[in-house]
């Protein structure tokens, strides 16, 4: 039986703490002050360390859920009085941010069963998309207050300043892959605000995360508008992208799944997947968590590439 896009869009609805029925994201959060309060005494620094330390080995997954762990346990924790709670706590909700974004990307995105990587990859992205969601909203009070008082995510972009930059960029990344895992109806429901978000990222610090905005729209502009893609803008974000971080290997796979594929272009698509495979990680030590994750990718591409074109 045909659903009715009303029908569709319904069926979409999911009770989240960041994202429901009303077509915008739920940016807005009501208990910062439950947030920012300490329920139990111990050494915060020393759980922030610990889970920077696990990080570090995020190639495992084990790591990053360790990681996850000790970052979580110190958000309960009191603070030195020389330390300003509201920042560390903000930075703690990015770090945890990043880390769900990276178990989905990097780890359960290979799970072989497609139901239980779906599953557990929305799940971790979720989590993402309420961390910083979190870390906005401890930060930035003046957003928060505008959103909390009925604003949209879209609307209120301008309230944000450089020091949100990384929470800004992490819940508009976990929402943007939880949204396409979710289906196209949620893709289109806040493709606005996503977008939004990392206009003013790029904004402010186009350069974070490797040019992560650059990524994001050479993506963005592969398949918006429907029926209709900017792929010569597309090319323009990807390739301004790795020429600012040639080493960062997931900008040329990212081109490569989006644009080539796009664009029925296999040369190009090859030029960047050899490169990533024939590249020589130790010259790029503190990447190679994310460098050997774009690795397995390209070799992954590469092993399908009839089935991308033919």
Not at 4 to 19: F, G, H, K
Not at 66 to 82: H, K, P, R
Not at 239 to 256: F, G, H, K, Q, T
Request: charged fraction near 25%.
């Amino acid at each position: 039986m045909r659903r009715s896009l009303p029908v569709l869009l319904a069926l979409a609805c999911v009770s989240s703490s960041v994202v429901g029925c009303s077509g915008r994201l739920r940016a807005g959060v009501d208990n910062v002050d439950e947030l920012l309060a300490a329920t139990e005494e111990g050494d915060f620094a020393a759980a922030v360390a610990a889970g920077d330390a696990a990080w570090a080995n995020r190639s495992e997954e084990s790591a990053v859920l360790e990681a996850i762990a000790a970052w979580e346990g110190a958000l309960t924790l009191t603070t030195d009085d020389e330390v300003q709670r509201t920042e560390a706590i903000a930075d703690v909700y990015v770090k945890l941010s990043m880390a769900h974004y990276w178990l989905a990307h990097a780890h359960q995105r290979f799970i072989e069963d497609e139901g239980a990587m779906k599953e557990a990859s929305m799940a971790s992205y979720t989590r993402g998309m309420e961390a910083g969601q979190r870390g906005l909203a401890i930060r930035n009070a003046a957003w928060n207050e505008a959103l909390t008082g009925g604003a949209s995510a879209a609307d209120s972009v301008g309230l944000l300043t450089d020091a949100d930059v990384p929470a800004a960029y992490w819940y508009a990344a976990n929402t943007g892959r939880w949204a396409l895992l979710e289906g196209v109806v949620s893709a289109l429901r806040f493709k606005d605000e996503i977008f939004a978000l990392m206009t003013r990222v790029q904004e402010l610090d186009g350069s974070y995360f490797y040019n992560g905005p650059d990524r994001y729209f050479g993506a963005y502009h592969t398949k918006l508008p429907l029926g209709n893609p900017n792929v010569e803008l597309s090319a323009e974000h990807f390739n301004r992208a790795i020429e600012a971080a040639p080493d960062y290997l997931e900008s040329r796979v990212v081109m490569a799944e989006e644009w080539a594929t796009k664009t029925n272009n296999r040369e190009a698509a090859l030029e960047q997947l050899n490169f990533v495979v024939n590249f020589d990680l130790s010259t790029a030590p503190d990447l190679l968590p994310e460098n050997t994750n774009a690795v397995r990718r390209a070799q992954i591409m590469l092993d399908e590439i009839d089935e991308y074109f033919r």
